[in-house]
């Protein structure tokens, strides 16, 4: 029924009656929040997500050296160089590992936020001890969570160049992911350094 906002008028402002309610529909939903964002950020724990959205966007996100810092997606919306009003949104997905489409360490909180994302920039950690198994790895987690997330288009990016030894690594590596992944879209950076990144 009505309340005392429908039924108060200029002379009453406020009425001491109201009418008696009716039996309403009911009913439970389970809402979804899912980030929109042109790019989703993913990779394991610790390669260089937040350090990157940082270098590249005026997000702030917590950055520090030990797993798991990111306990929430941070976004970032980065302006195109040379574009006056094209920006783009990065999205910064915590860290995910194998188990992730069962729920493991948070998964699905984290995974069903990629789902919105156009494009996935797939951040390896170059200092690994194996990084094209964490990438199989990801790239793994991402089918078994949605079969479609296998064919968005992805970019993938090999983090911290500025440590020698994974430079020196690189050439190597780069053929190797180029053939797991079987396309060209493979660079490397660094988001400490701001190495190979947008101004």
Known sequence: GRGNMALRTEQNRVPEFAELGEKGDG???????????????????????????????????????YPFTTIVPNLGVCQLPGRDFDTLVLADIPGLIEGAHDGVGLGHAFLRHVERCRVLIHLVDGSADDPLSNLKAIESELELFNPDLASKPKV??????DIKHVRDKWPELRDAIKKEVKHGRVDAVSAAANVNLMP
């Open 27 to 65: 009913m439970w939903l389970n809402l979804q929040l899912k980030l929109v964002a042109d790019v989703g950020i993913v990779g394991m724990p610790n390669a260089g997500k937040s350090t990157l959205i940082a270098a590249v966007t005026n997000a702030r996100p917590k950055v520090a050296d």
């Open 156 to 161: 993938v990016l090999v983090n911290k160049m």
